[in-house]
């Protein structure tokens, strides 16, 4: 752990004088993890490796004594604005007061360094830039020391750092008071990290840095911007995916005060106006006459009648062992289940805005995205500009889920195009109407699965078949992350499902759904509904075996140490097997996501039809755990969205529309509802996994499990809404 | 034009009167702090104070609070309650996205100020209109309890 790095071969370091006095730090990725995007030509990506936008710094240390953090990626309630700080803070020797934090420009130093371009998503911050952000400190606590020793004239060795200063004996000087001198040495080919067990922040629980401003109301957000001649505009949308407007009357919308100007634009029709009010008034005025397309007659029970014909025909192999022919009709006994799991859309608090400015050779956008790289490019082209004259500023983001992670950049290229057409700054702003009628949901999935079981009650032949979209068919990731037909993203949780390493025979197979419907990652993406089919068959399995729930799990999982260890912190904390209160019940999950192991112990009471959770014991082997109160808090929030989900949410179509509108008949969690939830980690030496979204998978099949014990009924369909009732 | 009193200043406002509060705090006086979520107060991100009541201002016009004193999250601390429910939030550490707080923060100091010490019934169906997306609501009930301790 304590092995010099070798950062040139690694990563090509650049520390130069920041205009204003003090030290930057910038680090490129190399070409070849560069992620080539439709466009991008190999040459031009080559000679974008060699440029350094400006301001490309991960670190600034100012000779005011502030340490400003870069941040590579998106802040969107997960915690990173302090956790990346962290790291960079234990490698200088910061003082914690003293750090700043600030969202990055889009530029190709900030490619993620797994994934190769801008993006926050996958739950992967905090890992992939666990070497990058304490290589950064480290760096800069290097050159700090460096101008220390020749501003003293001691050895590099005889100086050490604590709290924002290098000490040397009696003598003791700020980094602020280095800052101009260190931006003049030359750059250590090689940094040497802390050993783990010198850390003093890592591994702390550490307050939140964006706290204080989001609790007094002034963090900004996308929505929040303001600047002299910003005009609010409203898209009035298709009321059906892939409609077109045939023509329209826009006499009414002009004569409302406020509404400047009505243009068209490839999604609709835009009024722009002084203002939210203005535009809104303007929108309703609009006579608008759609061609409503191929998808008029989208009926989601019709789909799902035609999912089920699907899911009784064997689709594309994704995962495959032994020989279900021979082994099925062997098998004791079988078990039949059909499981089906609906729409879901986002809903991130703040509702989807984009704000540009467009110049002769510019373009800036103001919003907060998960994906800035897509946007840049998607903007770039429309306007026929080059990526890197279009400067993203990225605002906090009021939640994201994923929906502001779009390959195709949906809610910045329309803004783009508005504040083209319009001529003037423009910000887009959607209301919560359009966030749930506007598309890009968690895809709708039918799984269908006959298994056999040997004469111990264990499963012996496994046929599994989901029938759904495809998130990945159609963007730019569909290159490596479709293989032989298979959306990665469709069958995780099944393929690869731990359970049936110990099946001998298993065949998972795929039909991938060909539907008019934008798709997209929902927090843990396909885990979202794996999870939870496999969790209750498993569970269907352990009660047709006669077995216990947990017990069960723990035979299949023998060779799974991280899922065991989960498993039983979960179940130790909640005291499974233990009697419990009358009318309680208990139900439990465990499954790996994002390199995260959870399980989740649910304990629940249904009354006259009406489910309610009463708790939930959580535990996580997420390898090191960075920040432990951000990811307990991670936890507690996939925990409410998952339950949430599970209980009410579904978007349903019918005559092609979407049924619901706002968060009355869209519902989600709330506080009456919200559980108690106890969060309990497991110590682990082991690789680190990601904490946004891997609490969720479990949620929902724990909650069910718990239903099944406590009324015999296995609820095979989300929402459970009220089918108890 | 319509005159309001905004955190105890009175504000000349081109706004008209069925224009609702939250769009004159937000885009005409351009006090951001105050949220919008869903436009037919189901949410609760738009909360402010109206004579110390909480109330959706995202349905509510400004006609409505002439005469009247508005409150919104940019003044709170100045009131007793309001600095300790922002005090245990940053004890609590509540916040993530940090969207929908301003409107949990103004809900629970209206909640404190007529009921001081809130039972976890008192605190669902007080804070039930206010959604949040990231399931803070183990902390922002942690924290109202916390805040109505230190005020006894």
């Known amino acids: 752990m304590n092995a010099p790095l070798n950062i040139s071969r690694r990563t090509f370091i650049k520390a130069s004088a920041l205009v204003v006095g003090g030290l930057v730090i910038a680090f490129t990725i190399p070409h070849a993890k560069r992620f080539l995007l439709p466009g991008a030509t190999p040459d031009a990506a080559k000679d974008d490796a060699k440029k350094l936008p400006t301001p490309n710094a991960f670190l600034r240390v100012g000779t005011d004594n502030t340490i400003t953090v870069m941040l590579a990626h998106s802040e969107m309630g997960q915690s990173i604005w302090t956790t990346l700080p962290m790291l960079i803070a234990e490698e200088l020797d910061a003082d914690w007061s003293k750090i700043k934090v600030e969202h990055a420009s889009a530029a190709p130093e900030y490619a993620h360094t797994a994934y190769g371009m801008q993006i926050t998503g996958g739950s992967s911050t905090t890992w992939s830039e666990f070497d990058r952000y304490r290589q950064a400190g480290a760096l800069t606590r290097a050159l700090l020391v460096s101008a220390a020793a020749k501003q003293l004239g001691v050895p590099v060795e005889s100086i050490k750092t604590e709290n924002g200063f290098v000490i040397s004996g009696d003598n003791k000087i700020s980094y602020g008071d280095l800052a101009e001198a260190a931006a003049k040495i030359e750059t250590p080919k090689a940094v040497t990290l802390k050993d783990p067990k010198d850390w003093k922040v890592i591994g702390k629980a550490t307050k939140r840095l964006d706290g204080p401003e989001k609790i007094n109301g002034t963090a900004i957000f996308g929505q929040d911007i303001h600047f002299d001649g910003l005009m609010t505009a409203m898209v009035a949308r298709s009321p059906v995916f892939g409609g077109s407007v045939k023509k329209f009357d826009a006499t009414a919308a002009k004569k409302i005060k406020g509404v400047h100007q009505v243009v068209q634009v490839p999604t609709g029709v835009a009024v722009i106006a002084d203002n939210y009010w203005a535009a809104k008034k303007g929108r309703e005025a609009l006579q608008i006459d759609w061609d409503l397309g191929p998808n008029a007659g989208l009926d989601s029970k019709a789909l799902l009648v035609e999912f089920r014909k699907m899911a009784k025909t064997p689709g594309l192999i994704a995962a495959k062992a032994g020989d279900n022919k021979t082994a099925m009709p062997k098998a004791e006994k079988f078990l039949e289940a059909e499981y089906a799991l609906p729409y879901l859309a986002h809903s991130p608090m703040e509702p989807l805005n984009c704000s540009v400015k467009i110049d002769k050779d510019t373009c800036e956008i103001w919003t907060g995205t998960q994906m800035q790289t897509t946007d840049q490019q998607a903007a770039a082209k429309i306007l026929g500009l080059k990526p890197e004259q279009v400067k993203i500023h990225t605002l906090f983001l009021g939640g994201g889920f994923g929906r502001r992670a779009n390959p195709y950049a949906d809610f910045v290229s329309e803004a783009v195009h508005v504040a083209k057409a319009a001529g003037v700054p423009v910000k887009t702003v959607w209301s919560r109407e359009d966030d749930v009628k506007g598309g890009y949901y968690r895809p709708m999935y039918l799984h269908k699965a006959k298994i056999g079981l040997d004469a111990n009650g264990m499963p012996a032949a496994w046929e599994h078949t989901a029938v759904g979209q495809s998130i990945i068919v159609g963007t730019p990731f569909e290159a490596f992350m479709i293989k032989d037909g298979i959306d990665a993203t469709s069958v995780e949780g099944t393929a690869d499902s731990p359970y049936l390493k110990s099946v001998p025979n298993y065949h998972v197979s795929l039909h991938t759904a060909k539907i008019g419907i934008p798709v997209l990652w929902w927090r843990s993406v396909g885990h979202s509904h794996t999870a939870f089919v496999m969790e209750s068959l498993i569970d269907e399995l352990a009660h047709t075996a006669k077995e216990d729930p947990l017990e069960y799990r723990r035979i299949l999982l023998k060779d799974h140490p991280r899922h065991l260890a989960a498993l039983n912190l979960a179940a130790e904390k909640a005291d499974w097997g233990k009697p419990l209160p009358k009318g309680i019940f208990r139900g439990i999950a465990v499954h790996e996501s994002f390199g995260s192991y959870v399980a989740q112990v649910a304990e629940v009471s249904v009354v006259a039809g009406a489910v309610k959770v009463h708790r939930m014991v959580s535990a996580i082997d997420c390898g090191l755990a960075v920040n432990p109160d951000s990811l307990k808090a991670q936890m507690e929030s996939s925990i409410s969205f998952g339950l949430g989900a599970a209980m009410q949410s579904e978007i349903t179509f019918k005559d092609g529309m979407v049924q619901q509108s706002n968060f009355h008949d869209y519902q989600v969690m709330r506080m009456a509802s919200m559980p108690k939830v106890e969060v309990y980690i497991v110590q682990s030496p082991e690789k680190m996994g990601g904490v946004g979204e891997p609490g969720l998978p479990p949620v929902a099949p724990a909650v069910t499990n718990a239903i099944f014990a406590a009324t015999g009924k296995r609820i095979r369909t989300l929402p459970i809404s009220n089918q108890l009732a | ?152």
């Open chain 2, 1 to 152: 034009m319509i005159i309001l009193n905004i955190n105890g200043k009175e504000q000349k406002l081109d706004a008209p009167d069925d224009m609702p509060i939250l769009w004159a705090l937000r885009d005409v006086a351009q006090l951001t702090g105050t949220k919008f979520g869903c436009g037919m107060a189901q949410c609760g991100a738009c909360t402010i104070h109206l004579d110390g009541q909480a109330i959706r201002s995202c349905i509510t016009p400004v006609s409505a609070a002439v005469g009247k004193k508005i409150t919104t999250i940019e003044d709170i601390h100045n009131d007793k309650v309001g600095q300790a429910v922002q005090a245990a939030w940053s004890e609590i550490d509540v916040v993530q996205c940090g969207y929908c707080q301003s409107g949990q923060i103004m809900a629970a100091t209206a909640l404190l100020a007529t009921n001081k010490k809130p039972t976890d019934a008192d605190i669902d169906a007080a804070m039930n209109g206010n959604i949040c997306r990231c399931g803070t609501y183990p902390r922002i009930r942690a924290a109202i309890h916390s805040a109505a301790t230190k005020l006894a």
